[in-house]
């Protein structure tokens, strides 16, 4: 059985990101409670060596993943071909993390903004400093 990939669906890499990225705000109670616990953690693994190796690996494998991303994304026309992904990968994760810390501690609404609108709005905005351009792979189907 053939499995399906994101090109089948003609979805941008920044799209499938956000949805990504939006997966670790705590924008509901069940991402509330994983983010309680994955918040709990690191402050744990600050003073416990065994935890710090998992906490920072981790953070290691979601960078990654999200180098891939900006790395798929140089390939296929979305990102500038001179843009390096670990930077890249870095901003990203750091700006969801401090996001889900603000999402956390007003879950409801930021400024007279819903909270949920005032996140994709972020993520969307550092996204689009990375994913410049449009895949060409679309181009031609």
């Known amino acids: 059985m053939?499995?399906?990939?994101?090109?089948?669906?003609?979805?941008?890499?920044?799209?499938?990101?956000?949805?990504?990225?939006?997966?670790?705000l705590p924008l509901d109670e069940t991402r509330r409670t994983e983010f309680r616990v994955a918040t709990a953690f690191a402050g744990r693994a600050l003073d416990a060596p065994a935890l710090a190796e998992v906490d920072v690996a981790t953070a290691r494998a979601l960078r990654a993943d999200i180098a891939q991303a900006v790395h798929n994304g140089r390939e296929c026309g979305e990102v500038e071909p001179g843009l390096d992904p670990v930077p890249a990968a870095v901003r990203l994760a750091a700006v969801t993390e401090g996001l889900g810390m603000q999402v956390y501690r007003d879950?409801?609404?930021?400024?007279?903004?819903?909270?949920?609108?005032?996140?994709?709005?972020?993520?969307?905005?550092?996204?689009?400093?990375?994913?410049?351009?449009?895949?060409?792979?679309?181009?031609?189907?």
């Open 2 to 24: 053939k499995r399906p990939v994101a090109t089948d669906h003609r979805r941008p890499i920044a799209r499938i990101l956000a949805e990504a990225m939006a997966e670790f």
């Open 107 to 141: 879950p409801e609404v930021l400024n007279g903004v819903p909270t949920a609108d005032l996140a994709a709005s972020v993520i969307d905005a550092e996204l689009a400093a990375v994913f410049t351009g449009e895949c060409r792979q679309y181009l031609d189907r």
